[in-house]
């Protein structure tokens, strides 16, 4: 039993080309190496990284360079990517907070970070948008209960 080696959580080769096994990545440099190559599913090992890594100060960086991108599933991705990180580790930086911003409202990430992460952090367009919603349920929903 002293001589079993571990196995790695990271399999041998990645398959890039179909997108197969990147849920589970949890290294950074592998998701920033997929990213200068232009990987075409890169945004499944940023949703990878979200859901495995367990510092969201190395895990939001990333995020917002898929939220930065150019292409609209990438951004979609990333937009998961921190829905995931507001509900697993409760927090979000500025960065991604501007940069969703451009996004449509009623995005998973809206909901998330308005359920998990402490709402004196919120800005107020997330306010603007999510306080009717809740009002509305403290109101009349709540009461039913």
Known sequence: ME??????????VLDWENGTELIGVDDPAIV??????GERHVG???IGLALNHPDPDTILPRIARA???????LQRQGTLSLAHVARLHR?????????L??????????DDL????PRRRLPWWLWRRQLPG??????????RL
């Open 114 to 117: 308005w359920t998990f992460v």
């Open 32 to 37: 920033d190496a997929a990213f200068e190559r």
């Open 67 to 73: 939220l930065r991108a150019t292409d609209p599933e």
């Open 3 to 12: 001589n079993e080696e571990i196995p790695d959580t990271q399999p041998e």
């Open 101 to 110: 911003r451009a996004r449509p409202r009623g995005n998973e990430a809206d």
């Open 91 to 99: 927090t979000v930086n500025q960065e991604c907070l501007d940069l």
């Open 44 to 46: 499944v090992a940023v």
């Open 134 to 143: 809740y009002l509305k349920w403290h109101l009349y929903e709540r009461r």
